[in-house]
């Protein structure tokens, strides 16, 4: 069919502009750029996700090693104690010495604020309040025994002492002491026919320890007392 003038005349001004019309390329960058973002991101995060792994494998073994050193330092300290307590320790009666300069000779306090005192010339005195030496006293005189004698009297031989009386007491801080009392001063009188028949003897056992003070036990009378020094 044989296009008319006209026709011919509209596609000819059609391609024209098709072939002045400027070609706009389709843009993609901005999207690559939004998944490079987020690549980097990601392994951004699979590193840290890495690294805090890391730190937690390296915690769990440093924890590991502190509680390994604790049990072995915690088995060395118990294997030592154990051996400790089978050892059996006796001061020694020199170190003793050195330590402390109480003696038999000592002035003693009870926690009832009565009071002992043997002195070097022989004599014992005791007093019901030591605040008051005029009243309420007994007087009289003292013989005694001292460390593996002492012992023997009293019917103990080394480690039983020691089972009974602990580890930390020199055998020289033992006395066994045989007391004669004379005069029972009581009330303001002296009532020593009433308190002391004939013959009266006390049997006195006396215990320095090491680190001060004293025990004591009177075996005739059964009573028995902690001691403090007195100055």
Excluded: C
């Excluded at 050193?69 to 400790?84: A, G, P, R």
């Excluded at 001061?91 to 010495?97: D, E, L, M, Q």
């Excluded at 043997?118 to 008051?132: A, M, S």
Aim: charged residues 30%.
């Amino acid at each position: 069919m044989k296009k008319s003038k006209k026709e011919e005349k509209e596609i000819n001004e059609l391609k024209k502009n098709l072939v002045n019309t400027v070609q706009i390329p389709l843009v993609v960058k901005e999207k690559d750029h939004i998944n490079k973002i987020a690549n980097r991101k990601q392994k951004k995060q699979e590193v840290s996700h890495k690294e805090e792994k890391k730190d937690k494998i390296n915690n769990a073994i440093l924890l590991g090693i502190i509680i390994l050193l604790l049990l072995v330092t915690s088995y060395v300290i118990i294997n030592k104690m154990i051996e400790s307590e089978k050892k059996p320790v006796i001061v020694a009666t020199n170190k003793a010495k050195k330590n402390t300069k109480l003696n038999i000779n000592t002035k003693w306090v009870t926690a009832d604020e009565s009071m002992f005192y043997f002195d070097p010339d022989g004599n014992f005195y005791w007093y019901d309040d030591y605040t008051n030496k005029k009243d309420n006293y007994y007087d009289g005189t003292y013989t005694y025994k001292q460390g593996k004698e002492a012992l023997k009297e009293m019917g103990y031989d080394e480690k039983e002492f020691i089972k009974v009386f602990g580890e930390k007491i020199s055998e020289d801080n033992v006395y066994s002491l045989e007391l004669t009392p004379i005069t029972a001063f009581i009330e303001g009188k002296d009532q020593s026919d009433t308190f002391l028949p004939n013959g009266t003897k006390w049997w006195y056992i006396l215990i320095i320890k090491s680190e001060g003070g004293a025990i004591a036990y009177n075996k005739t009378l059964d009573i028995r007392y902690h001691l403090e020094s007195y100055k």
